[in-house]
């Protein structure tokens, strides 16, 4: 049985994960295309991820260097974007703060930890094929200043997006808080 709870009580509820942890989401996101010629522009995406929660990414990339026999000298930039809040699984834009995003990293397809629940495309509310729109798509990108063989992913989900969470056993739906649709940063 899920437990209900807003977007409000979810963000305190992660507020109170200390260290790192695995934990899974379900998440409903705009599609990430190109515009130009696209008949989908709008196509939403419903993405059920595994993931880590609390890591931190300087740390993983000197372990991943470290695991490859390299110099653990890797120090993060700072993001041109985004600015953390007082939590450290949060997140926010550094020109209004007024959204809030989670900072997840997805454990790989091949974890043997995953059950694979394939990620679900959207438009104009009808379900479609993944291949409708592929031809859009960025090109993927892969970090390039790590210097690691095997890149540390991390991803900053609006936190607007999360339709469900199970989260150190427990099951959670997301509900609207309807006095607050859009949470602000702490």
């Known amino acids: 049985m899920k437990t209900l709870v807003t977007r409000k009580e979810m963000i305190e509820i992660i507020k109170t994960v200390r260290g790192s ?6 998440a409903e ?52 974007w985004q600015l953390h809040t007082d939590n450290k699984h949060f997140l926010t834009d550094k020109k209004t703060q007024s959204k809030l995003y989670l900072v997840v990293f997805p454990l790989k397809k091949s974890d043997e930890r995953i059950a694979a629940e394939p990620t679900k495309y959207f438009f104009n509310g009808k ?42 056993g427990t099951e959670y739906e997301i509900i609207p808080d309807a006095s607050d649709p859009a949470p602000a940063p702490f």
Do not use: H, W
């Not at 942890?21 to 379900?26: A, H, N, R, Y």
């Not at 705009?30 to 595994?50: I, Q, Y």
């Open 29 to 80: 996101t705009v599609v990430d295309m190109r515009k130009t010629g696209n008949p989908f522009v709008g196509a939403t995406k419903v993405s059920t991820v595994a993931a880590q929660l609390g890591c931190d990414y300087e740390t993983k990339v000197n372990n991943q260097l470290g695991r490859e026999d390299k110099a653990m000298e890797f120090v993060v930039s700072p993001s041109p």
């Open 127 to 168: 379900e479609i094929e993944r291949a409708l729109l592929e031809e859009f798509f960025p090109k993927p990108s892969v970090p390039k200043n790590q210097g690691v063989e095997n890149p540390v992913i991390y991803r900053s989900y609006g936190f607007d997006s999360f339709k469900s969470m199970t989260l150190m």
């Open 21 to 26: 942890t695995f934990f899974k989401f379900v």
